[in-house]
Nanobody, 123 residues
Framework: QQQLVESGGGLVQAGGSLRLSCAAS????????MGWFRQVPGKEREFVAA????????SYVDSVKGRFTISRDNGKNTVYLQMNGLKPEDTAVYYC????????????????WGQGTQVTVSS
């Protein structure tokens, strides 16, 4: 089993930045691809970004390309999401998750999830 704990969320003005962190424990972190998703009430969980086991490749939803950057430190068992140029529509609960896949974009490809961290962007 894999335990994931997100941190770094908060309230920020439009145009600002936040860096989310997700600390993993339990299984060998470098054996898994990692992803970030987000969800607002009443809507399905949305893919945001993913990174391969070795951090050699990344994938992003179009709406965050050029603004968000996913990275990982396998020595620290941590994945990050650097969010710049935040917009009110980025407001959501952000979740990290682990997957045995290569570079998955679908929520069903992920096996373990964190509890989420709230990001609120004011206009």
């Amino acid at each position: 089993q894999q335990q994931l704990v997100e941190s770094g969320g908060g309230l920020v003005q439009a145009g600002g930045s936040l860096r989310l962190s997700c600390a993993a424990s339990g299984r060998t972190f470098s054996d898994y691809a990692m992803g970030w998703f987000r969800q607002v009430p009443g809507k399905e969980r949305e893919f945001v970004a993913a990174i391969t086991r070795s951090a050699g490749s990344t994938s992003y939803v179009d709406s965050v390309k050029g603004r968000f950057t996913i990275s990982r430190d396998n020595g620290k068992n941590t994945v990050y999401l650097q969010m710049n140029g935040l917009k009110p529509e980025d407001t959501a609960v952000y979740y990290c998750a682990v997957s045995p896949g290569l570079l998955p974009r679908k929520s069903y490809e992920y096996t373990y999830w964190g509890q989420g961290t709230q990001v609120t962007v004011s206009s």
